[in-house]
């Protein structure tokens, strides 16, 4: 009697299952590839397969930490026991921490999982054996696809369990098997045909439940034990060797006198005289049973399982199908046994299967690769075939709705891909129409191919003109008839195409036949012959309208073999247009309000005076990224006595109530400081009184210099400044000789509209002609780029170098050198030069010069 089989749903019988998968699952290649594929569909951080017996083991995976194949967790402390809990059902987390299942175990606990998916793995005696789980570092939503895409996959894992546990078990069988016959483990017979007498070994008495004594050497022992529904096999067999003095080959059940039933195989040859009359059979029989057991059990297995199998012999006929192969295949047992492969599917012949089959056939070495199959299965496959001595076993899956989940992934990640880089091609500055058509080429560059073949965006312009602006085809070779193509569609377009009639409704066009739609309306000629060349089959026209305006159109296409556009598609397109039209109107507006901007700014500040024994240079430059004025502003005049006043200031802020703060400032301190008699500290004192006294609340820095020479310096040659400076820069004094003078007093003195009770002093200092005094803000000097103490120690080594230039082109290249990428904050800059009454004054000196923009890629204009 043997023991009874375990009960699957019990303890014991999946302790059972596990003993007979783990010592072939560690280290798998089918379930790190299972697992890799599983982590790539899902997006997770890693994904294992574990098998639980008395404590979880990891037997595969991908993601894992170094070390963890083969480490065995304790059963309290395992997530796959977990998952075992649920039942059939899959344990999903979206966050471990806070979920009472899992938050208190040491992978939750210490930071390795942050999000859970986990699948039971189910062998083929209905044992739930383990799990196939994916996890994240990081909390995450599982969607109900990802979770079916992970028990699609655990149906996989499972198989491959079974198949490499069932690999092992022929494995150990042919082993022993061999292992009988060395051992003398066949029993040998001979039959004289003549006397009647037949002769057993030892092995073969033993085999049919004899002994030496209860055996009577006949015949009859054989028929007696023989089981009464093969008896006439086992006759017919024997007559038939007999009367053709051939082979004898047969496979007979007995049954023995305790009731049990085994398998005989024998296996002989009759012998003939000289009459050609056969006299004796000789030959042999074994114990076929064990074996007959295990070819039931695998068939059993390969019936439940839940891939697809099937053997081919050697001449390519179908030897064995299972039931899962029948639905895959979409034919019955009848009609594919004894049926050659490729007269069955006579479309694998030349495919990747036939080429995979003969070639593991020819080699000896396994196949695993994914192949499709055309209509009437239209269906792609993972198949693993493996050769043998009798032909070639299959096994296969249907993956095409993994495939299609894999592609559907992939479509998606390039339709994100493909927003982002249009988001990044618009983000950049649309200063100018040249830009604007930089950075629509740029996505005509982007859309190819993930949304068609080719495509043309085209922008309508501030004063309504339509114009073709970037194109792209997926083909180096085409694309210049692509742009050949959009320098002459526009003229050439009748009213009713979809193009023109998009740009008037501002709605989309979907267009499934570019060639009825457009083509056979174009005028004969060479608009007609390059559309004609580039083939388009369908397309897809969509409006860029932002605000209720069009300012544009993005039209894609695609050639006859590629699809229409589908639903997603068409989406994705739309989500660029339309931020491709939001970019546009936000520049446009911008470039609306920079214009208004700089007018503003620019009518605050006025023309230097034109003294004889000075020279005067100003300069207001714009940030080139902010359409907002700016507080920064100069000055330069005369008092009714002739010395000459300069002045610097900026306003804290950038918008226009600091454009508005300027002007009142710039017009006080103009009132302020004309008189003759109050210096430089006594005009900042008194500014600072009237910003509380007329309650302005603005705050300001600035620093007054005046020029002042008495009879006595004139006839010396030399000239004093004095000055003052409330929290603004130092101004830099550049000496004949070229030494360099920070004006900066000894403790810094509080900017303008903090406190007007605050003392201020002046400061003086001489010298002599030739001298060079400049006053600057602060968006010469600091910036995001530029920290102030580095900005000054630059300021001063242009200024040692360009001390010899005239003041108008030292001026501009010192805003060239420490700006050459172009400003990031407004810069006010105005400087002096000292020269005797009597000299010429150099040509445009004393002249304003107020530039336009700098473009930051040429440096300021001169």
């Known amino acids: ?167 092992r078990e022929f494995e150990a069988h042919r082993l022993r098997f061999e292992l009988a016959i060395d051992a003398a483990e066949i029993g040998s017979f001979d039959w004289d045909l003549v006397t009647g007498r037949l002769v057993w070994d030892d ?48 496979e007979i059940r007995i049954v023995l006198p305790s009731g049990e039933t085994r398998w005989v195989q024998g296996r002989g040859r009759a012998l003939a005289d000289d009459r050609g009359v056969a006299v004796r059979l000789i030959g042999a029989g074994f114990d076929t049973t064990a074996q007959r057991h295990s070819d039931s059990r695998v068939a059993r297995i390969l019936e439940v399982m839940k891939s697809a199998f099937f053997s081919v012999d050697r001449d390519w006929r179908f030897a064995y199908v299972n039931a899962e ?13 004894s049926g050659v492969m490729w007269e069955i599917f006579p479309a694998a012949v030349g495919s990747d299967f036939e080429i995979n089959y003969r070639d593991a056939v020819a080699t000896g070495q396994e196949r695993v690769f994914e192949a499709y199959y055309p209509p009437p299965l239209d269906a792609w496959y993972e198949v693993r075939a493996w050769p043998g001595p009798d032909g070639l076993s299959v096994y296969f899956v249907d993956v095409t709705e993994r495939r299609r989940a894999a592609e559907m992934s992939r479509r998606s990640t390039a339709r994100l891909s493909l927003v982002a880089d ?157 931020r491709i039209a939001l970019a546009l109107d936000n520049s446009r507006l911008y470039r609306q309000q920079r214009r208004l901007a700089e007018g503003l700014q620019r009518s605050l500040l006025t023309a230097p005076p034109q003294p004889d024994h000075v020279e005067i240079v100003v300069r207001y430059l714009p940030a080139v990224e902010l359409a907002e004025v700016g507080g920064d502003w100069y000055d330069a005049f005369l008092q009714p006595s002739g010395a000459t006043v300069l002045v610097i200031g900026d306003v804290v802020g950038h918008d226009t109530e600091a454009a508005a703060a300027m002007g009142q400032l710039r017009g006080m301190l103009r ?57 603004h820069p130092p101004p830099l004094l550049l000496h004949g000789d070229g030494r360099i003078e920070e004006l900066a007093h000894p403790r810094a003195q509080l900017m303008l509209g903090v406190d007007p009770t605050s003392s201020r002093t002046d400061a003086v200092v001489t010298v ?41 082109v030292l001026c501009d290249e010192v805003i060239e050198r420490l700006r050459p990428e172009g400003l990031q904050d407004d810069v006010a800059l105005v400087a002096i030069r000292l020269h005797p009454e009597d000299r010429p004054r150099p040509p445009g000196a004393g002249t304003a010069w107020v530039p336009r923009p700098i473009d930051p890629r040429q440096g300021p204009a001169r």
């Open 768 to 808: 002599g002609y030739g001298a060079t005094l400049l006053l600057y803000t602060d968006g010469l000097v600091e910036g995001r780029d530029l920290p102030m103490d580095d900005g000054m120690a630059r300021l001063r080594a242009a200024l040692a170098e360009l001390a010899e230039r005239p003041l108008p």
């Open 671 to 727: 009132g302020i400081a004309y008189r003759d008699g109050p210096g430089p500290a006594a005009v900042l004192g008194e500014l600072d009184a009237a910003i509380q006294g007329l309650g302005m609340g603005t705050m300001a820095t600035a620093a007054i210099a005046r020029v002042e020479q008495t009879p006595g310096d004139r006839a010396a040659g030399l000239t004093r400044l004095r000055w003052s400076n409330a929290g």
């Open 1 to 167: 009697m043997t023991a009874p089989e375990p009960n699957p749903g019990s303890v014991e019988g999946r302790l059972t299952a596990v003993r007979r998968l783990e010592p072939t699952a560690l280290g798998s290649r089918a379930l790190q590839r299972l697992t890799g594929l599983a982590t790539r569909l899902l997006e997770a951080d890693a994904t294992a397969v574990s098998l639980l017996g008395e404590v979880e083991t990891v037997v595969g995976g991908d993601g894992l930490p170094t070390g963890s194949l083969g480490r065995q967790v304790p059963y309290g402390d395992s997530l796959c026991a977990v998952v075992l809990e649920q039942g059939d059902l899959p344990l999903v987390v979206a966050d471990a921490v806070t979920d009472p299942r899992v938050g208190a175990l040491p992978p939750v606990a210490d930071g390795r999982v942050g999000a859970f998916l986990g699948v039971p793995l189910v062998a083929f005696d209905g044992s739930p054996v383990g799990a196939l789980t994916a996890y994240s570092v990081r909390p995450r939503p599982w969607t109900d696809s990802e979770t079916g895409l992970l028990r699609q996959l655990a149906d996989s894992v499972a198989t491959e369990l079974e198949l490499s546990a069932l690999g």
């Open 422 to 578: 249009v988001t990044s091609a618009m983000s950049a500055p649309l200063s100018t129409g040249a830009g604007e058509e930089a950075a629509l080429q740029r996505v005509a560059e982007a859309v190819v191919p993930v949304l068609g073949d080719w495509a043309v965006v085209s922008l309508v312009d501030e004063d309504g003109r339509t114009r073709d602006v970037g194109s792209w085809h997926v083909d180096p070779a085409m694309r210049s008839s692509v742009a050949r193509y959009a320098e002459l569609r526009l003229p050439a377009l009748p009213p009713s195409a979809p193009l023109l009639r998009g740009l008037a409704s501002g709605q989309l066009m979907r267009v499934p036949d570019v060639e009825a739609a457009v083509g056979r309306s174009l005028p004969p000629g060479e608009v007609r012959d390059v559309l004609t060349c580039l083939a388009p089959q369908s397309a897809v026209t969509l409006p860029m309208v932002a605000r209720g305006r069009t300012l544009g159109a993005l039209s894609i296409y695609r050639p006859a073999d590629r699809d229409q556009a589908d639903d997603e598609d068409v989406a994705t397109a739309q989500d660029v247009a339309d």
């Open 325 to 337: 192969a029948e639905r895959v295949l979409s034919r019955t047992r009848e009609e594919l046994l």
């Open 203 to 250: 092995r073969l008495v033993e085999i049919f439940g004899y002994d030496r004594v209860t055996f009577d050497e006949s015949i009859d022992a054989v028929v007696s034990r023989c089981h009464p529904d093969d008896r006439e096999l086992l006759k017919d067999s024997l007559q038939a060797a007999i009367d053709s003095c051939g082979e004898y080959d047969a």
